[in-house]
């Protein structure tokens, strides 16, 4: 009887994640609107799917869509579930963090990783996404950086991230896969950019 119990919660579990990927891939939200007379952006909208797995043999997984905007003083990240439904707003500028969630609660933090991780419940390194999006290591220190064949960067290991990019276009790359290896679980981040 546990076992065919077992089987039915895995085959529902398993149900969810696919109706939850099929939504995912409708979830990118909107562009975010520029400031008047701002600074020139950075823009990106696309999906994204976290999956950890830690010792014990738990497992989490979170998707949905985001839009990315970066002037290189100021930074908004919005966060979508599957839906569409925007979960959370980060704004990013000088040394602080600020989420604003989408029932209007306001939490602060000098870093945006934190405030993703608490949002999500898992990391994604949005300090290091500032130049990965664009196809770039940044100023941490890089282990194994390998090139393809068009020289763009396809690989490296940055602040204890294994970092994937490819299918470039002219802003950067539109696959990232991230990995982490931590002492308590393994954390893989995919993005994949929808914007034109």
């Known amino acids: ?11 529902a579990v398993l149900a969810f994640l696919a109706v939850a990927g099929l939504m995912a891939g409708c979830a990118t939200p909107a562009r975010i609107a520029g400031q008047p007379g701002g600074a020139p952006t950075f823009d990106r909208t696309g999906r994204f799917a976290v999956n950890v797995v830690y010792r014990d043999g738990k497992q989490d997984a979170v998707q949905g869509g985001f839009a990315w ?32 969630r989408s029932n209007g609660e306001i939490e602060r933090a000098s ?25 770039r ?45 931590d002492f308590d679980r393994d954390i893989r981040v995919r993005l994949v950019i929808d914007d034109q």
Request: positive net charge; hydrophobic residues 45%.
């Open 1 to 11: 009887m546990m076992a065919w119990l077992r089987i039915a919660r895995l085959k």
């Open 137 to 181: 290591t940044g100023r941490d220190p890089v282990q194994g950086l390998e090139r393809d064949a068009s020289g763009q960067i396809a690989a490296f290991t940055q602040s204890g991230w294994r970092v994937a990019l490819s299918r470039y276009d002219v802003l950067g790359p539109r696959l990232l896969q991230l990995s982490r290896v």
């Open 69 to 100: 905007q970066d002037s290189g003083q100021r930074l908004v990240l919005d966060l979508a579930n599957p839906l569409g439904s925007t979960l959370a707003r980060v704004e990013v500028s000088s040394g602080m963090a600020v989420m604003t």
């Open 111 to 135: 870093t945006a990783d934190g405030l993703v991780d608490h949002v999500l419940g898992s990391p994604i390194p949005v300090a290091g996404l500032r130049d990965w999006l664009r196809g």
